[in-house]
DNA sequence: CTGTCGGCAACCCGCCGACAA
DNA sequence: TTGTCGGCGGGTTGCCGACAG
């Protein structure tokens, strides 16, 4: 069940705790593109445009009162202007602007640990990393033999949980221990799910979760059977639109299914760049294992998902083939889904060690960059509170605050090319240039070590490094050194988040710096990419007879586009959806057993839906 | 989530437990009237009649994965010919027989205990009434001496659950350990569920489970969420009804939301009294805390609920006044739901201890009626299975399996008249013949000590009553002595349970009876009702400035009617509802919080909701 | 720095008959 | 007949430093 986070103080404190949980929004007043095929996906055939440009009148948070789950309701009307803007041309700054603007002014610190074995397990507490609690914890008295003290920490509810907060140890560390166990019981915490502690401007703690796996895919459903049931249905829906009149609909940042909802923006400046067949690119998105990787592909070709419904949509409109065929993911994408690949020798050697890594690539190339090795990744949306005030202190990007846009030291952008290329790690010199670019606006490393930590399930920091210049332990006090990121949201990584070397995280003001790097990456797009469109037909791409034509791949894309259709519409059609999500934990058996309803036996057979509690019920009894 | 007893095998042996659970459902075939006014409550204004006679076309059982809450999917095809027997006339028995086929043969033993403190603590095991044991479970070798053995019972969900049951004490009784616990907590049982063992005719055992209380609202919430949210919502209710083609409604005996579908013969013969202002009535129902007790009052006047909307629509057309001012409940009811009341002195003393009553009341009148002391009970649908093949061998009636109707050898139906009065407890002889025509049709006595039993929290077994005829032991292993019912679903009691003077129970074959019983009653009622409409307008039955009156009964019927309306419409429109049935034990938190969205703060303050949960947490560290 | 482990205490679960309602 | 309790044994929880990666 939700609650809604709806009393006045609990908004405001709370919405900062929502944000870190479910990723960034659309804000209040911003400009989205709507996608009702995304979002009823093959429910019904509309009367629908495929895109609506709309503006977002209210944003309501929520989060699910037993699994925590995040989501929220967005009220969009539908607005010509938008449209207006659409038809004229291609984006204006103007835009990105409107959907950049905040008013928050402090700064949160915050630290998300991803849980061990020991964490869950009942033999002890919760092992803090040293930083985060010197950062977030109140401070201790080291003098004192073994010093401890009570932390209260709220949840999303507003519920307060409490932990005796000790130092203790040979060498010393910072446990969790009473209460702990309690905390991980009622919330079903287990090892790979995540916690965060978030001090807020007042010092009080908060705490909020980002489960790991399963019940994504759990809240897949959930989301999408409420976004279809909302009160009134379909047909309210498409009244309310075509009648130009507010409609209200779910989204969970953190959920693949909430693709359809874009910003207007890249939405925009994605179609400014008609993507040819040929075309390499990358997408980050999570599987089903909550595992996010980046995947590399090559755009094979363009034709209307749904002709006959969605004539001229852009939805999924592009044909793509996978490099890794095991992607368990349609052969489909939005063009605002995926982003030109660098295909850089590296990119195929993603996992690492994530120091040496870092060492190898980023030597510090200018001495006066004493600030985050890391910066801040690109977000969808310019919501929102934490992602403010970044940047303050570099030397490579002046902040202008009052609009809360950039205004580049690059006065001339570097030439960024994307070479359409079969083979896996073609480096031309312009590309070379491209890794430049990001390198010196100080962007590259944190888009590259975001994408490269998203996937991993365990890595959380980086080994430490010593910062050149300020030494050891001051350069983590700054603005941060290395941007940590772990469990982020699907599609696009909505934090601005720039973080200590151990898993702790100074939240700061980037989007704006991020929707500015979108659109300089837009213009450089424009310019530069070839169009191979004429020269490519879909079935020329693939040799004949390999197995890289649909047809004879049972395994990947064509089981693939099974799967996704018959997840997709499935799960969100049927009562059944609903009531598979009742308990976070139950989410797996509970799904597979009423997948069986579309014609996929997904469990071995009814009876193994509860399998394991069954098995320890039965076996309760010698 | 839902699972569905889909497995042919799991439908034929589930049907009898859940029914055992959930109550009597609409038959197969059966006609119905459907409401949807009721189902739809207040969502929108249709353009349908506010009564749809339909043929029950199929009937889908679904229990709940984790909370194990039962419901229905039915599905409804509009029927002219249904309509058409309507407006020819009154009910036809020809009618009712159609709603009482059936052709299952044997005859289950079950039983079924309110859990106690004890049962529900860590501390012990569970305590199996004696004659349960006797009769459900496998014998035991009593020569042994400590005689165990290992139980196993399949759930509505096929899932099965093993026990110890062991024989020791002293005195020596029937316990089931090793595994009892597990299963409690896995279900969350609380003292005051119920837990209901079944052997069907294979011997094999089947469990199932009743909850108490709370479950209940939540399971409305759930149950109208689902109804109203149902894929493709309203519109294409309406749609489907307008032209005459079938539809799917979800369906839970056990709820007062589910009222809106009724027997067609009942619809029927209710329509055929005309309830007059001034009539006395009875009604069962559950209140929230699923206290069920029966409530007596006093029609004062009829008119439309909603003559906007609904004009001519007999849903809650029925003004009432109650004798208990405490009832939470509205003022207005529709005229199938109650019953004329016999106003004798002991309604107003219901609590009285089982025994003494049943010793008091019913004396053996008739040394040859050897067979139940309580006869079978009214049911509103002659569904199934387990209501057949009843009364077999008693002598006041004979039953004719062939078409399931009863042919009464009471050919000479005594007078029943429903006088109206104003007092608690006028007794009229002609009052008396009607409580004789009970009585003497062994109908009496079940149908009273069903409503007494009903509404106990923790009651559930009358002090055990030697059998003046048969003595001790034997009486109960005949077709049952005394009817014990508990933790029976709202409004109408389905079942038809003679049972032993412990809380076993053998089911038989008894829904034509009711009906018939039914019948009886409607004909009598015809015949001897007063028309009192004239003489009664509603101000006039409420003494001004008294209590009574709407304007001056803030806590009681003005309240309700507000809760009434808060609940099932608010609760049935919103995600809220949908999600707010997660777990079955948070569901009053939740429930609680939401209905705050309504205008309602039924909890003190936001925190409150999870109030025990959050206490336990806190005070984890001292 | 922090994940995991063995050691060990305290607690609670759950089986037992006693007892009484 | 059966609900509750004290007794008590055993399993689990959870706090501790040791140790190692």
Redesign the interface.
Known sequence: ????L??AVDVEEGMELWEACAGALPKRGSSVVYFPQGHLQHLSALDLPPHIFCRVVDVKLHA????DEVFAQLTLLPDTQIELKWSQGPVGTQIEQDDCIDDKTFTPQMFCKTLTASDTSTHGGFSVPRRAAEDCFPPLDYKQQRPSQ?LVAKDL????????HIYRGQPRRHLLT??WS??VN?KKLVSGDAVLFLKNGEGELRLGIRRASQVRSGSTA?GS??Q????????SLVKSISSKSAFTI?YNPRLISSEFIVPFYKFSKSLTLTFSAGTRFKIRFETDEAVERRHCGLVIGMSDLDPIRWPGSKWRSLLVRWDDLDITRGNRVSPWEIEPCSPVTRSSNLVLPASKRTRTIFPPENADYSGPRDGPVVSDFGESAIFQKVLQGQEMLSFDSSNGSVHGQIHQPPEVSFVPGFGDSRISTIESNHGDFFRRTGLYSSYESCKVLQGQETIVCPSYRKDPVLGDKSSSRRNGSYNILQGIPAQVHPYALVSSPSSMMTIQQTSSVASDFCSLLGAEREHMVTDMRASFGVSDIYPRNSQAHPKYMPNSLGQDMMKDNQNEIGLA????A??????SR?LVP??K??CR?FGFSLSEG??T??NE??Q??????M
Chains 1, 2 share one sequence.
């Open positions: 069940m939700m609650i809604d709806n009393s699910d009162h037993t699994s009570e509810h507003g519920i307060q949980w409490k932990f005796k009473t209460g309690s905390f009622k959930l059977a409420i279809q049931l909302n009160y009134g249905g379909v047909a779910c059609q049927l009562p059944y609903i009531q598979s999500c009742k308990d139950d509970t799904c057993s009423s309803l009814r009876h839906s509860n509690e069954t320890s019920q039965i076996h309760a009894f």
